[in-house]
């Protein structure tokens, strides 16, 4: 582990299909699903062969690097804020990348908090 977050060697790595379809919620389901794939095929090694493991697994995924800007907590909570005027357009993809019934998008106005209750437009 280290100090920064994506920032230390990469010991395995698992990719999954991402669809037009996906929402923050089912994409949590699908990292959930491999990051307990990989916990149990990492500590199963590592039980098996100690740390040589890691040291055999960081050599082979030397060249994957961690990509996209780091981001504060800060930063990603600012995400989920809806700026009253933004287009109907942005105000979907807004929607369909941020929001989670734990942590739904808000529009903050005149000090007030307005948070979305449900992802589904009214007909």
Do not use: A
Not at 53 to 58: A, E, G, P, V
Not at 97 to 123: A, V
Request: a positive charge.
């Amino acid at each position: 582990m280290t100090k920064k977050i994506d920032s230390g060697d990469i010991i395995n790595v698992e990719f999954f299909s991402v669809t037009k379809k996906d929402d923050v919620s089912s994409l949590l389901k699908k990292t959930h699903k491999k990051l307990f794939d990989l916990f149990v095929n990492v500590t199963s090694k590592l039980t098996n062969y100690g740390t040589s493991y890691i040291n055999t697994q960081i050599k082979k995924n030397k060249n994957i690097l961690w990509s996209g800007k780091k981001r504060s907590i800060k930063e990603i909570d600012k995400l989920s804020e809806i700026n009253p005027n933004i287009s109907s357009i942005e105000l979907d993809k807004i929607i369909r990348t941020t929001y989670t019934k734990k942590f739904p998008p808000k529009i903050l106005l005149h000090g007030y908090e307005f948070i979305l209750k449900s992802n589904k437009k009214l007909k």
